[in-house]
């Protein structure tokens, strides 16, 4: 799988703006720790999670990162864009829920 990091972008000011994932962990339903390979190619960090008993079969995987500094500042706005599941996916994704936590004291959603 593939999850969209590092991403580069760049800025009203013309200057290359780098988005990392940090604090990455791989856990099933129960919170037991998945065995992982992590990579970058391009513009994307790249897992290869282990899932016990999982040939063939569906399973839950829960994938937490940080990401520092995740706003994108542009003249008239800021901007939290964020694609949760990619597009490098090597298994099907059936269904995916992401949960953002904003810092303490964001006003003006």
Excluded at 43 to 48: A, E, M, V
Aim: proline share 8%; no cysteine; net charge negative.
């Amino acid at each position: 799988m593939s999850l969209p990091g590092p991403v580069q972008h760049e800025t009203p000011q013309g200057f290359a703006y780098h988005l990392w994932l940090d604090e990455v962990s791989v856990t099933g339903p129960s919170g037991e720790p998945y065995e992982y390979w992590d990579s970058r190619e391009r513009h994307y960090r790249k897992l290869k999670i282990r899932v016990p008993g999982a040939s063939d079969a569906v399973r839950t995987v829960i994938i937490k990162y940080r990401v520092p500094n995740g706003l994108k500042f542009w003249e008239e706005y800021e901007e939290l864009y964020w694609n949760v599941t990619g597009d490098q996916w090597e298994m099907p994704t059936n269904r995916a829920t992401a949960t953002v936590l904003l810092p303490e004291g964001v006003r003006g959603l």
